[in-house]
């Protein structure tokens, strides 16, 4: 029965989660949402099969995005040479009333960084997190995010436009 019970806490909190994960991986991807998928389900399989150790920790939303951070850079870390980035990305349905090309441009800025940067970027920015806790996630110092996050946006800026702050108003 024990176990029964943990399938269902599992089960209710990748419930909840899975949109969260899949919005963050869609940022960290530059808007790969096939690769972005895979992401979020290597990410669940991983914390299923530890959700004994990862029920019990202070904050398991984090974890999990720690997870799929860490997913991620191990990804890029193993691309094949095979895939290419593409400049232009293929049509899209609208998303219900938001700025779509304002979202298409950020992605395409965002996939333009380096794949740490771009994961600076999401977990300081999109992710709300301190710099402490971006480091943890990443595996690197403080001073390595704090490097990271500056040439992360100085990077934007060049491609943005000095105005980087009108992409960022509601």
């Not at 219900?96 to 977990?123: E, H, M, S, W």
Request: some cysteine.
């Amino acid at each position: 029965m024990r176990q029964a019970a943990r399938a269902d806490e599992y089960a209710e909190f990748a419930a909840a989660r899975t949109g969260h994960l899949y919005r963050s991986a869609c940022l960290l991807t530059a808007g790969d949402t096939h690769l972005a998928e895979d992401l979020v389900q290597e990410t669940l399989g991983r914390l299923y099969l530890r959700w004994g150790r990862v029920s019990r920790v202070d904050n398991p939303a984090g974890y999990a995005q720690t997870v799929l951070t860490r997913t991620f850079l191990a990804h890029q870390r193993r691309r094949s040479s095979r895939e290419r980035a593409v400049e232009t990305f293929p049509d899209v349905a609208d998303g219900g009333g938001t700025d779509t090309p304002l979202r298409l441009t950020l992605i395409q800025a965002l996939g333009r960084l380096p794949a740490k940067d771009r994961a600076v970027v999401v977990l300081r920015y999109w992710e709300d997190r301190s710099i402490e806790e971006t480091a943890g996630a990443m595996n690197s110092s403080s001073a390595a995010v704090r490097t990271r996050c500056s040439r992360a946006l100085g990077r934007l800026r060049e491609l943005l436009g000095e105005d980087i702050g009108t992409y960022a108003r509601p």
